[in-house]
């Protein structure tokens, strides 16, 4: 069926369009319907001139507007005049697609939900296809364009303009947030680190039975030296919290960071805690056990070391290596799964008539089957039986095969991140 004897052609105005040799007559009222569109913009010109700079040609006895594009992509574009909905050309590149669909100025969101995702994963593989052939070409020059966030991060001093104390808040920003800035930062930044690794050995000293003590009614007791540790600690990140809120260049995008909320619910409990153990001056069940509830968040202090992927090239690129190679770490996970789901179940029907194996239940098995699988092997349930022993070597086998698999395509990539990161750490420190 042809385009145009869709359109009822007794009713409206219409424009003749000539696409590489294909001609169709468009009704007006249709390309209304998109007026952000190339040819909708078209209905808007009032001059050849403004006709000439959305088309390639016009004979204005015909009232024909050519355009030296696909014609076969054409007809999709008149579909979606139709429909409301763009799809997928089969045998397209993704990257022809994707300039077509701008140069008839159909945006990226129109397109169907059956073709959206597919659309997706092939202009993700392009654009990995043509990072890894820029890294291989020039390191330092792919690593300026795509993976920005590879690099230490900027002291955005073009965020604090116009802003009050402007220069003193940046200069202070920048020595919190860089330590390689100067010599003061890097004493900031070792002080903070020190207080962070104090505070997590005197949580584990904490738990020490050696360093508990015991009031005259042989109740536990904070340890004062530790308790005066712990205030210290607090006093310490709380300063620094409140300090770097307020010399940040934006308030809003510091507390939706990730570390800054770890940083500040490393904060809070102790807080909360104090303030539960203030208002219960008669022992009170529920309100102690709130404060052993929130007690437990301050261990969230730990992340706090995750403040070494700043300053630390191999832990930016391992991070990026990771969030880059999802689908092959889900992969890995989903190969995982499906292998110790089967080997549980199959260890299960060999030892559970034997009773000397320890291997009872499934979800036993589970336990046995994930430590075979990933190599680790405790010892703590082992088969039995003959059947057993040949189930679990080639569960290990399995296991070890899984585990390989995807880890060529990981290490590949950490290596490239890597690469590129000590080339944009070098071209840092000599301007």
Known sequence: MVYGQMFPQSHGRYMNVNVGGFKQRLDHTVLQRFPHTRLGRLLCCSSTESILELCDDFTSAETEYYFDRNPQFFCYVLNFYLTGRMHLVEGLCVVSYFQEIEYWGIKEGQLDSCCNNKFLELLEKVEEKQWDQRSDEDPLQSGASSFEDLSTLDDGSALFQGSWCADTRRQVWVRLENPGFSASAKVMAIASLSVVLFSIVAMCVHSMPEFHQLDQDEKDVENPALTF???????????????????????????????????????????????????????????????????????????????????????????????????????????????????????????????????????????????????????????????????????????????????????????????????????????
């Open 229 to 431: 540790f712990e205030y210290f600690c607090i006093f310490f990140f709380s300063v620094e919290f409140v300090l770097r809120l307020a010399v940040a260049p934006s308030a809003k995008s510091f507390m939706c960071s990730p570390l800054n909320l770890i940083d500040l619910l490393a904060i809070v409990p102790f807080y909360v805690t104090a303030v539960c153990d203030w208002t219960s001056k008669q022992e009170n069940p529920e309100l102690e056990n709130v404060g052993k509830v929130v007690q437990i968040l301050r261990l969230m202090r730990v992340f706090r070391i995750f403040k070494l992927a700043r300053h630390s090239a191999g832990l930016r690129s391992l991070g990026a290596t990771l969030r880059h190679s999802s689908r092959d770490v889900g992969q890995l996970v989903l190969f995982l799964s499906v292998g110790i789901s089967m080997f549980s179940a199959l260890i299960f029907f060999a030892e559970n008539e034997s009773k000397e194996s320890e291997l009872e239940t499934i979800p036993i098995g589970w336990w046995w089957a994930t430590i075979s699988m990933t190599t680790v092997g405790y010892g703590d349930t082992f088969p039995v039986t003959v059947a057993g022993k040949l189930i679990a070597t080639v569960c290990i086998l399995c296991g070890l095969l899984i585990v390989a698999l995807p880890i060529t395509n990981i290490f590949n990539k950490f290596s490239k991140f890597y690469q590129r990161q000590k080339l944009l750490d070098q071209k840092r420190n000599n301007q």
